[in-house]
C-alpha cells in the first residue's frame, strides 16, 4: 500500500508518498474511529487521516461531551465555602487529566489495529477518491477505494464586530478559563448555552442567556421549558429574550453585549451560536461532493454522498449533532461495507437526547403540543419532581427541581414521548426509549419493578396518574 514513487530522482528526496487502501476515513471521529476499528480488525486495510493532534479520538471526547460533563459533575459538587477560582483551576486540571486519558485511550483502539493506518494532517480532495495530506510528519496523497467523510463541525461565529475579543469565548476556549467571570454573558440559547449556563452560575458565576426567540427551550412543552427556566433562575440564570445581539464592545473594565433589548455588561462572554461544518480544507468540490446551503454534506438515508462510493458520517452531514447519531451513522456505513443487512437512517426510532443542565433535561419523542397538532388523542401523565411520593432519590441527593411528563396515546396505551427533567434523567430516558421502541405500554411501565430507591420509580406514579 506503501508506494513511495514520489521520490524526486535528481535528489532522492521525498516528495510526495503515495498511499492507496480500501477504506480512506478522513476525520478522527465518533463514527470514523468506530468504522476504522471494526473494518480493520476484519482485515480490511484502513487509512484515518486526523488533521489535529489534541482532537485524537474526535470533539467528544476532547472538547464536548465528555470534559464538559466533567465540568459540569464538578461545578455540582462545589461548596459555597470553596474558592472560586481555585477550585475552577482544579476542576479544569481534573478535566484535562480525563481527557488525556481518554485520547490516550482512543489512540491505543486504532494503533493496536494491524490494518488500520494513521496519518497526521489535514486532508484535501484532489479528484473523487484521492486526497493529499499537508501539514503533518510528510506531504502523501492518498488514495482510497472507499472514502468516508467524518470532520464533524467547527463552532459557528455570529458575525458581529466584537466577536474576537479578548473576553469573548467559544465552547472550547471557554473551558480554559483562569478564573470564574463574575458576570458571564451568552450569546445563544441553544444545548451548549444552557449547559455552560448551568455549570457557570454553579462555579460562581452571574449569568446571563440572551436569546434572540422568545426564550430558551422553543419547542418544549410551556411546563417543561418553566421547570427548565425555573431551575436555572435558582441557580443564578437570567433570560434576556428577544434580544437580537449587534455587537460586542472591550472596554478596559469589561465586555458590553450591545442587544436589541438592551446592553449586557460581563467579565467573560461565551458564544454558543450552533456549529458550522468542518468542510473548508476538504474542497469538496474536487470530489463532486455537494453540500447544502448551510454547507453540510448532502447524503442520503444510506448517508451516500453524491460522489459514488464515498459516504460522510456524523455531524458533518447536518444531522442531528449527536455522537450517539455519528456513531449509529457508522453501523450504517458497515452494514454497506460489510455486506450485512441493509439499515438507514429512517429506521431510527425515539433517539433519546439530553440537555445535562442541573438537573438534565432528557427527552425522547413528541412533546405534548405535538402530539396533539398530530390531532392524537393522548393522555398525559405530569408531576413536578418534588411532589413524586414515590420518587425519594433526588430527594436523598438535594436536588427536587424539575418534572416528568410522559405523553401516551390514548387509544393504543403507547408512549409517543417523554420529557424528563430530573436527577438521573440521561439515564431513565434510556429506558423510555426502549420502551418506545419494543411496544412496551404504558401499564407496563406503570406497573414495573424498579430498583428502589431510584429514579425510574417515578414512572410508577407519574403513570398512575395519566388524564
Ligand atoms: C460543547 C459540546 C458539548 C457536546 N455535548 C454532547 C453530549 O453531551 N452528548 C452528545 O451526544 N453530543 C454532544 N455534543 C455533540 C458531539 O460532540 C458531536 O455530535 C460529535 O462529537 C460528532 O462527532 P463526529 O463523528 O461528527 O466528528 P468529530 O468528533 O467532530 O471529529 C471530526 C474530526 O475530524 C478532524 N478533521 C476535520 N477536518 C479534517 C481534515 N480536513 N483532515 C483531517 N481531519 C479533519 C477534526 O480535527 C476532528 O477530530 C457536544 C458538542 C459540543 C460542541
Ligand atoms: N447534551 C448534548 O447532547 C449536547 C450538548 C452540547 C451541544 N450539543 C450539540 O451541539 C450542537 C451545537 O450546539 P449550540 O448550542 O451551539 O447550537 P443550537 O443550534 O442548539 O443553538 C444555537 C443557538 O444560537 C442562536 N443563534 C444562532 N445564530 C445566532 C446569532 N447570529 N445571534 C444570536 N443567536 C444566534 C439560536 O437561536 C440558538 O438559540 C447542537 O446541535 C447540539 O446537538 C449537544
Same mark, same amino acid.
Given at each position: 500500500?506503501?508506494?513511495?514513487?514520489?521520490?524526486?530522482? =535528481?535528489?532522492?528526496?521525498?516528495?510526495?508518498?503515495?498511499?492507496?487502501?480500501?477504506?480512506?476515513?478522513?476525520?478522527?471521529?465518533?463514527?470514523?474511529?468506530?468504522?476504522?476499528?471494526?473494518?480493520?480488525?476484519?482485515?480490511?486495510?484502513?487509512?484515518? %487521516?486526523?488533521?489535529?493532534?489534541?482532537? $485524537?479520538?474526535?470533539?467528544?471526547?476532547?472538547?464536548?461531551?465528555?470534559?464538559? @460533563?466533567?465540568? %459540569?459533575?464538578?461545578?455540582?459538587?462545589?461548596?459555597?465555602?470553596?474558592?472560586?477560582?481555585?477550585?475552577?483551576?482544579?476542576?479544569?486540571?481534573?478535566?484535562?487529566?480525563?481527557?488525556?486519558?481518554? =485520547?490516550?485511550?482512543?489512540?491505543?483502539?486504532?494503533?493496536?489495529?494491524?490494518?488500520?493506518?494513521?496519518?497526521?494532517?489535514?486532508?484535501?480532495?484532489?479528484?473523487?477518491?484521492?486526497?493529499?495530506?499537508?501539514?503533518?510528519?510528510?506531504?502523501?496523497?492518498?488514495?482510497?477505494?472507499?472514502?468516508? %467523510?467524518?470532520?464533524?463541525?467547527?463552532? =459557528?461565529? !455570529?458575525?458581529?464586530?466584537?466577536?474576537?475579543?479578548?473576553?469573548?469565548?467559544?465552547?472550547?476556549?471557554?473551558?480554559?478559563?483562569?478564573?470564574?467571570?463574575?458576570?458571564?454573558?451568552?450569546?445563544?440559547?441553544?444545548?451548549?448555552?444552557?449547559?455552560?449556563?448551568?455549570?457557570?452560575?454553579?462555579?460562581?458565576?452571574?449569568?446571563? $442567556? $440572551?436569546?434572540?426567540?422568545?426564550?430558551?427551550?422553543?419547542?418544549?412543552?410551556?411546563?417543561?421549558?418553566?421547570?427548565?427556566?425555573?431551575?436555572?433562575?435558582?441557580?443564578?440564570?437570567?433570560?434576556?429574550?428577544?434580544?437580537?445581539?449587534?455587537?460586542?464592545?472591550?472596554?478596559?473594565?469589561?465586555?458590553?453585549?450591545?442587544?436589541?433589548?438592551?446592553?449586557?455588561?460581563?467579565?467573560?462572554?461565551?458564544?454558543?451560536?450552533?456549529?458550522?461544518?468542518?468542510?473548508?480544507?476538504?474542497?469538496?468540490?474536487?470530489?463532486?461532493?455537494?453540500?447544502?446551503?448551510?454547507?453540510?454534506?448532502?447524503?442520503?438515508?444510506?448517508?451516500?454522498?453524491?460522489?459514488?462510493?464515498?459516504?460522510? %458520517?456524523?455531524?458533518?452531514?447536518?444531522?442531528?449533532?449527536?455522537? !450517539?447519531?455519528?456513531?449509529?451513522?457508522?453501523?450504517?456505513?458497515?452494514?454497506?461495507?460489510? +455486506?450485512?443487512?441493509?439499515?438507514?437512517?429512517?429506521?431510527?426510532?425515539?433517539?433519546?437526547?439530553?440537555?445535562?443542565?442541573? !438537573?438534565?433535561?432528557?427527552?425522547?419523542?413528541?412533546?405534548? =403540543?405535538?402530539?396533539?397538532?398530530?390531532?392524537?388523542?393522548?393522555?398525559?401523565?405530569? @408531576?413536578?419532581?418534588?411532589?413524586?411520593?414515590?420518587?425519594?432519590?433526588? @430527594?436523598?441527593?438535594?436536588?427536587?427541581?424539575?418534572?416528568?411528563?410522559?405523553?401516551?396515546?390514548?387509544?393504543?396505551?403507547?408512549?409517543? +414521548?417523554?420529557?424528563?427533567?430530573?436527577?438521573?434523567?440521561?439515564?431513565?430516558?434510556?429506558?423510555?426509549?426502549?420502551?418506545?421502541?419494543?411496544?412496551?405500554?404504558?401499564?407496563?411501565?406503570?406497573? +414495573?419493578?424498579?430498583?428502589?430507591?431510584?429514579?425510574?420509580?417515578?414512572?410508577?406514579?407519574?403513570?398512575?396518574?395519566?388524564?
Amino acid at each position: 500500500m506503501d508506494d513511495r514513487d514520489g521520490r524526486d530522482p =535528481r535528489g532522492g528526496e521525498l516528495m510526495t508518498a503515495r498511499l492507496s487502501t480500501e477504506v480512506l476515513v478522513i476525520g478522527w471521529g465518533k463514527g470514523g474511529k468506530t468504522l476504522a476499528r471494526a473494518l480493520g480488525r476484519a482485515g480490511r486495510r484502513v487509512v484515518l %487521516v486526523e488533521r489535529d493532534d489534541t482532537m $485524537i479520538g474526535g470533539t467528544c471526547i476532547n472538547v464536548a461531551c465528555v470534559p464538559t @460533563k466533567a465540568l %459540569v459533575i464538578q461545578a455540582e459538587r462545589r461548596r459555597p465555602e470553596d474558592d472560586p477560582d481555585a477550585y475552577l483551576a482544579r476542576a479544569i486540571a481534573s478535566r484535562d487529566t480525563l481527557v488525556e486519558r481518554l =485520547r490516550e485511550a482512543n489512540r491505543q483502539l486504532l494503533a493496536t489495529v494491524d490494518a488500520v493506518t494513521l496519518v497526521r494532517g489535514e486532508a484535501s480532495f484532489t479528484g473523487p477518491h484521492t486526497v493529499r495530506v499537508t501539514g503533518g510528519d510528510e506531504e502523501l496523497e492518498i488514495a482510497g477505494e472507499v472514502v468516508v %467523510v467524518n470532520t464533524g463541525t467547527v463552532p =459557528r461565529m !455570529p458575525g458581529i464586530d466584537g466577536q474576537d475579543g479578548p473576553r469573548v469565548h467559544d465552547s472550547t476556549s471557554i473551558q480554559h478559563l483562569d478564573s470564574v467571570p463574575d458576570r458571564l454573558a451568552i450569546v445563544g440559547a441553544g444545548t451548549i448555552a444552557l449547559e455552560f449556563a448551568s455549570m457557570f452560575a454553579r462555579f460562581g458565576s452571574a449569568v446571563t $442567556i $440572551i436569546a434572540r426567540g422568545a426564550g430558551i427551550l422553543p419547542d418544549e412543552d410551556d411546563d417543561v421549558r418553566a421547570s427548565v427556566e425555573h431551575a436555572l433562575a435558582d441557580a443564578g440564570v437570567a433570560v434576556l429574550a428577544d434580544a437580537s445581539t449587534t455587537r460586542i464592545d472591550d472596554g478596559p473594565e469589561r465586555a458590553t453585549v450591545v442587544t436589541s433589548a438592551g446592553e449586557v455588561a460581563a467579565d467573560a462572554v461565551l458564544l454558543a451560536t450552533g456549529r458550522a461544518p468542518a468542510t473548508a480544507a476538504l474542497d469538496l468540490a474536487a470530489a463532486d461532493i455537494r453540500t447544502d446551503e448551510r454547507g453540510f454534506v448532502i447524503v442520503d438515508d444510506l448517508l451516500r454522498t453524491s460522489s459514488r462510493r464515498v459516504w460522510a %458520517v456524523g455531524d458533518v452531514t447536518g444531522g442531528q449533532q449527536l455522537t !450517539p447519531i455519528s456513531l449509529d451513522d457508522s453501523r450504517i456505513v458497515h452494514a454497506q461495507l460489510t +455486506g450485512a443487512e441493509e439499515r438507514n437512517r429512517a429506521d431510527r426510532v425515539a433517539v433519546p437526547t439530553a440537555v445535562f443542565t442541573t !438537573p438534565p433535561l432528557a427527552r425522547v419523542g413528541l412533546t405534548e =403540543r405535538e402530539a396533539r397538532e398530530r390531532g392524537l388523542r393522548v393522555l398525559v401523565g405530569a @408531576k413536578p419532581v418534588a411532589t413524586i411520593a414515590a420518587m425519594p432519590r433526588p @430527594k436523598a441527593l438535594g436536588e427536587t427541581h424539575g418534572i416528568i411528563k410522559v405523553v401516551v396515546d390514548a387509544e393504543t396505551d403507547l408512549v409517543l +414521548g417523554a420529557a424528563l427533567h430530573s436527577v438521573d434523567a440521561q439515564e431513565v430516558i434510556n429506558l423510555v426509549a426502549l420502551a418506545m421502541r419494543a411496544g412496551v405500554t404504558a401499564a407496563e411501565l406503570r406497573d +414495573g419493578i424498579w430498583t428502589h430507591p431510584s429514579s425510574t420509580e417515578a414512572l410508577n406514579e407519574v403513570l398512575g396518574e395519566l388524564r
